[in-house]
C-alpha cells in the first residue's frame, strides 16, 4: 500500500538554526499539506499547497515558515529560525481528488529546539 | 478564527461498552473528516462526512454530521481494546484547511 514518507524521524537542533523536514507524499497525490503537534495536543494546520503554490496558511505559518517542492516527488517545510516553542512533532500529508480527499499523514518528524 | 472543539476530552469505558466523541465547530463546515491516532502514531483516516444530516456506518463506528453542518459525533458499540487511541474530527469549511478538534482520548479497559 502507498504511504507517505517523512526523514528525518527525530531531528534536534539549537534555538536560532534553519531546518529542513523533508516528506515524499504518495506518487499521484496533488494536494499536499503540514501540521504540527505539540505532545499531547492536538494537531495545528500550518499550510497546503497544490498546484506548486500555497493553498492555505494558518496564523502559525509566519515568515520563518516556507514550503516548496523541488522535485517531482520531495516536499519541504524549511523553519529558518527555530525557536523553542517550535519543538513538536511535525506531520506531512498528502490527498487527492479521487479519494475525496482522504488524507493520508506520514509517520512525522520529531523536532526538539534546545 | 475558526475552532474546533470536542467533549469529551477523556473517556475510560470498560471493554463492551459504547463510546460517543461530540466534535463543535464555531462556523459552519463544508465537510468534515474523523481521524484515530494510537499512542506514538499518526492520523489514520477514517471517514469524511459532506451532506447536512448525514449518517455513515463502518462495522461498529457511526458517524454523523449535524442538520447545520456545525457538529458532528461518532459512535463506538461494544468497544473492543483495539479501539484505544485519541479520535479527532478535522472540519473545511471548502478550502484547503482542515482544522482539527481538540480530540477525545479513549481508553478500553479490558
Known amino acids: 500500500e502507498p504511504e507517505v514518507t517523512q526523514t528525518p524521524s527525530h531531528q534536534v537542533t539549537q534555538m536560532g538554526q534553519e531546518v529542513i523536514l523533508r516528506c515524499v507524499p504518495i506518487?499521484?497525490?496533488?494536494?499536499f499539506y503540514w501540521y504540527r503537534q505539540i505532545l499531547g495536543q492536538k494537531v495545528e494546520f500550518l499550510v497546503s499547497?497544490?498546484?506548486?503554490?500555497?493553498?492555505?496558511k494558518s496564523e502559525i505559518f509566519d515568515d520563518q515558515f516556507s514550503v516548496e517542492r523541488p522535485d517531482g516527488s520531495n516536499f519541504t517545510l524549511k523553519i529558518r529560525s527555530t525557536k523553542l516553542e517550535d519543538s513538536a512533532m511535525y506531520f506531512c500529508?498528502?490527498?487527492?481528488?479521487?479519494?475525496?480527499?482522504?488524507?493520508?499523514f506520514g509517520p512525522g518528524t520529531r523536532l526538539t529546539v534546545t | 478564527g475558526q475552532q474546533v472543539m470536542q467533549i469529551p476530552q477523556y473517556q475510560h469505558v470498560q471493554e463492551g461498552e459504547d463510546f460517543t466523541t461530540y466534535c463543535n465547530s464555531s462556523?459552519?463546515?463544508?465537510?468534515i473528516q474523523w481521524y484515530k491516532q494510537r499512542p506514538g502514531g499518526h492520523p489514520v483516516f477514517l471517514i469524511q462526512?459532506?451532506?447536512?444530516?448525514e449518517v455513515k456506518k463502518q462495522k461498529r463506528l457511526t458517524f454523523q454530521f449535524g442538520e447545520a453542518k456545525k457538529n458532528s459525533s461518532l459512535h463506538i458499540t461494544a468497544t473492543q481494546t483495539t479501539d484505544v487511541g485519541t479520535y479527532f474530527c478535522?472540519?473545511?469549511?471548502?478550502?484547503?484547511?482542515?482544522?482539527f478538534g481538540t480530540g477525545t482520548r479513549l481508553k478500553v479497559l479490558a
Open positions: 462556523t459552519t463546515l463544508s465537510n
Open positions: 478535522a472540519g473545511s469549511s471548502g478550502t484547503y484547511k482542515y482544522i
Open positions: 462526512l459532506v451532506k447536512s444530516g
Open positions: 506518487s499521484n497525490h496533488l494536494y
Open positions: 500529508a498528502s490527498s487527492d481528488r479521487q479519494s475525496s480527499y482522504e488524507q493520508y
Open positions: 499547497f497544490y498546484n506548486n503554490e500555497i493553498s492555505e
